[in-house]
C-alpha cells in the first residue's frame, strides 16, 4: 500500500513483529455478516453514468440483482461487494472491501488464511487516504460557500476531489464483469434525484452521496449523519427499504433458504408488491427483494444523540478535587 499513491498516511503490518491487524477478518467470505446493507443503501448507489439508477440509461440500472449493480453502478459496488449471493450475509449482500481477491473465500486449511482471520491480518490497512482528504475538502468547501459567504465550488474543484475519485484505474477482473467508470460530476449539472432532502442543496447532496459510496464499512457514516443532523436516517420506521435486501430468485441464487427451518421465515416483495412467505411448497414463488430476518427498529432518537455525555467517572473525579463539572445538555 505504501507504494499507492492514493495513501496520505498507512502503517507497515509485518506478523513477525506481532504488528497486525483485524479489518479484513468480517469480511473474508467465511464470517457472516448479520449487518449487511439494506436496499436503502443499494438504491443510493450512482450509476455509472452518473445519474440515479431512477434515471439512469445505462443497461441494468433499474434491476437490484448483484451482477446488475456491479455493471451497472459506481465501480466502488463492485470492490465493495461479492456478486455472488451469500446467505450468511443477512441481506444476501456479502461486503468484501478490505479482503484481496484472492484472499477471499479461501478454505481454512488454506496456508494464506491466516492472512483473511482473527487478528492475524497483514495486509495493506492505510490509515488515511487521499479520498478522506480530498472530500473532506469539497464538503467543508461547500459548506462555507453555502453558510458562510465562502467561494463557490468550481468545477476543478469536482476534478480535484470528486471526479479524480471517479477516475481510479479499474481492476482487470472488474473489467471482465463489464465495470465501467463511472462519468464525472459537471457543475450545476447534477443528477435529479427524488429522494434528495428538501433542505440539502443537490451539490451537497451528491457530496454526501459520494461519502457513503467511498466510506461505506469504514469509520464514516455515524458521524457523518450526526454533523448533519440527519439521525432520522436511522429510523428504519420511514420506509420498506430498510427491511430489505437484494433481489433474489431464492432457487436460484440461495437455495439455503429453502431448508425446513425456514419455512414461514424466508420472504421476498415481488414485482407486484406483495410479500411471498415460503410455505415449503412455493419456492418458484420467491423471486423478489429479500426481507432481511430478524431486522427490527432502533430505539427512538432525541436531540440528546447528537451531543456525548460526560462519564460519571470523570463528574466524580472534578468532585473528587473541589470542582463541578456540569453534564451535557438532554443528558442530565
Not at 502503517?11 to 448479520?34: C, F, K, M, P, W
Not at 449482500?93 to 478490505?98: E, H, L
Not at 462555507?144 to 484505474?169: C, H, M, W, Y
Request: aromatic share 12%; with cysteine; hydrophobic share 35%.
Amino acid at each position: 500500500m505504501a507504494a499507492n499513491k492514493e495513501v496520505i498516511l498507512y502503517r507497515a503490518y509485518d506478523n513477525t513483529l506481532g504488528v497486525t491487524h483485524a479489518i479484513a477478518s468480517y469480511q473474508n467470505g467465511l464470517e457472516a455478516q448479520n449487518q449487511a446493507v439494506n436496499l436503502d443503501f443499494l438504491k443510493s448507489y450512482i450509476c455509472n453514468d452518473g445519474e440515479v439508477y431512477s434515471n439512469s440509461s445505462v443497461d441494468g440500472a433499474n434491476s437490484f440483482r448483484l451482477e446488475d449493480l456491479a455493471k451497472s453502478r459506481d465501480p466502488r459496488f463492485e470492490a465493495s461487494f461479492s456478486t455472488d449471493y451469500e446467505t450468511i450475509a443477512s441481506s444476501l449482500v456479502y461486503g468484501n472491501k478490505f479482503v484481496a481477491r484472492d484472499g477471499y473465500k479461501l478454505s481454512t486449511s488454506h496456508p494464506d488464511y491466516s492472512k483473511w482471520a482473527s487478528n492475524t491480518n497483514t495486509s495493506d490497512a492505510p490509515v488515511i487516504r487521499l479520498a478522506e482528504v480530498v472530500l473532506n475538502w469539497i464538503e467543508a468547501k461547500q459548506i462555507l460557500a453555502e453558510s458562510f459567504g465562502g467561494a463557490p465550488v468550481t468545477q476543478q474543484d469536482l476534478d480535484k476531489s470528486i471526479n479524480a475519485i471517479r477516475n481510479r484505474p479499474l481492476d482487470p477482473i472488474a473489467i471482465q464483469k463489464g465495470v465501467k467508470k463511472t462519468a464525472p460530476l459537471i457543475l450545476n449539472q447534477y443528477p435529479n434525484d427524488p429522494n434528495r432532502d428538501a433542505d440539502v442543496s443537490p451539490l451537497m447532496w451528491e457530496i454526501r452521496r459520494e461519502r457513503r459510496m467511498e466510506f461505506v464499512f469504514e469509520f464514516s457514516r455515524l458521524q457523518d449523519i450526526r454533523r448533519w443532523k440527519k439521525l432520522e436516517y436511522m429510523d428504519f420506521s420511514r420506509k420498506q427499504d430498510y427491511f430489505l435486501g437484494a433481489w433474489v430468485n431464492v432457487p436460484q441464487d440461495a437455495k439455503g433458504l429453502l431448508a425446513d427451518k425456514y419455512k414461514g421465515v424466508t420472504k421476498v416483495l415481488n414485482a407486484a408488491g406483495n410479500v411471498v412467505t415460503y410455505d415449503g411448497t412455493n419456492a418458484d414463488q420467491l423471486v423478489g427483494f429479500l426481507f432481511i430476518q430478524n431486522a427490527k427498529n432502533r430505539n427512538q432518537f432525541s436531540e440528546r444523540n447528537y451531543l456525548a455525555p460526560v462519564g460519571l467517572a470523570q463528574i466524580n473525579e472534578y468532585e473528587q478535587r473541589g470542582y463541578k463539572l456540569t453534564q451535557t445538555k438532554y443528558w442530565n
